[in-house]
C-alpha cells in the first residue's frame, strides 16, 4: 500500500539557523498536506499543495510540491523557539478515490534559544 | 460545534476490557476519520467516512475494532478485549469534500488517550 516517508525523523538547530524536512510518497498524490503538532498537542494543519512543481510560501515558511508529485518539502528559515514541533506531510493517493489521507513518521524540530 | 470534540480524553482500562471512544466532529462535515498515535509515530490511518457508510476501512487492525457513524454526525470507535497494544492516542478528525479550498483539509480534536494494563 502507500508509504510516505521524512526525513530527518529529528532536527535539534539554534534558533536563527534554517531546517529542512523532507517527505517522499511510493506512490504519486492527488495532492500533499502539511501539519504541525506541538509538544502534548494534536496536528494543525498548515497548508496544501496540489498542482506539480508547485511552491508556497508562510511567512518564513516555503512548500514545495515535487514534479512528479511523489515528494515535497518544508523550509523554514531563520528558526524561533515558536517553531519547535513535530512536522508531518500527508499525501492523498492520487489512484484512490476514498479521501485516505496517509501520513510520515513527522520530522521533529528542536530549537535552542 | 466549533471544533472537533472527543470524549473521553484520558480512558484506563484493564487488558480484556470493551472500550468505546466518542468523535463529534465539526457541524456541515460529512468526511470522518478515525487515526490512531502511538508515542513518536506519525497518525496511523485506521478508518474514514463519508456521511454514515465507511468509504474506507482498510486501517483497522484486526476484528477487534469497529467503528461506526449511523446518522452521519457522531462517530463511535469501539474496541473489543482490548490488548496492551492497542495504548495510543486515538484522534478523530473531520473535513468538508469537494473541490473548494478547504476541501479534504483536517481539523483534528485533542484526542482519546487509551491506556491498557
Known amino acids: 500500500g502507500q508509504q510516505v516517508m521524512q526525513i530527518p525523523q529529528y532536527q535539534h538547530v539554534q534558533e536563527g539557523e534554517d531546517f529542512t524536512t523532507y517527505c517522499n510518497s511510493s506512490?504519486?498524490?492527488?495532492?500533499i498536506q502539511w501539519y504541525k503538532q506541538r509538544p502534548g498537542g494534536h496536528p494543525v494543519f498548515l497548508i496544501q499543495?496540489?498542482?506539480?512543481?508547485e511552491v508556497k510560501k508562510q511567512k518564513r515558511l516555503t512548500f514545495q510540491f515535487g514534479e512528479a508529485k511523489k515528494n515535497s518539502s518544508l523550509h523554514i528559515t531563520a528558526t524561533q523557539t515558536t517553531d519547535v514541533g513535530t512536522y508531518f506531510c500527508?499525501?492523498?493517493?492520487?489512484?484512490?478515490?476514498?479521501?485516505?489521507?496517509?501520513f510520515g513518521q513527522g520530522t521533529t524540530l528542536q530549537v535552542k534559544p | 460545534g466549533a471544533g472537533v470534540s472527543q470524549t473521553p480524553s484520558n480512558k484506563v482500562t484493564e487488558k480484556g476490557k470493551y472500550v468505546e471512544l466518542r468523535c463529534d466532529p465539526i457541524s456541515g462535515h460529512t468526511a470522518l476519520y478515525w487515526y490512531r498515535q502511538s508515542l513518536g509515530q506519525g497518525p496511523e490511518f485506521l478508518i474514514y467516512f463519508q456521511g454514515t457508510g465507511a468509504a474506507d476501512d482498510s486501517g483497522l487492525p484486526n476484528d477487534r475494532f469497529f467503528a461506526v457513524r449511523p446518522e452521519g454526525s457522531v462517530s463511535t470507535l469501539k474496541i473489543q478485549r482490548t490488548e496492551r497494544g492497542d495504548s495510543a492516542v486515538y484522534l478523530c478528525?473531520?473535513?468538508?469534500?469537494?473541490?473548494?479550498?478547504?476541501?479534504?483539509?483536517?481539523?483534528f480534536g485533542a484526542g482519546s488517550r487509551l491506556t491498557v494494563l
Open positions: 500527508a499525501g492523498l493517493d492520487g489512484s484512490s478515490n476514498t479521501g485516505k489521507l496517509i
Open positions: 506512490t504519486t498524490l492527488s495532492n
Open positions: 478528525a473531520s473535513s468538508t469534500r469537494g473541490r473548494g479550498s478547504g476541501a479534504n483539509v483536517l481539523t
Open positions: 499543495l496540489v498542482k506539480s512543481g
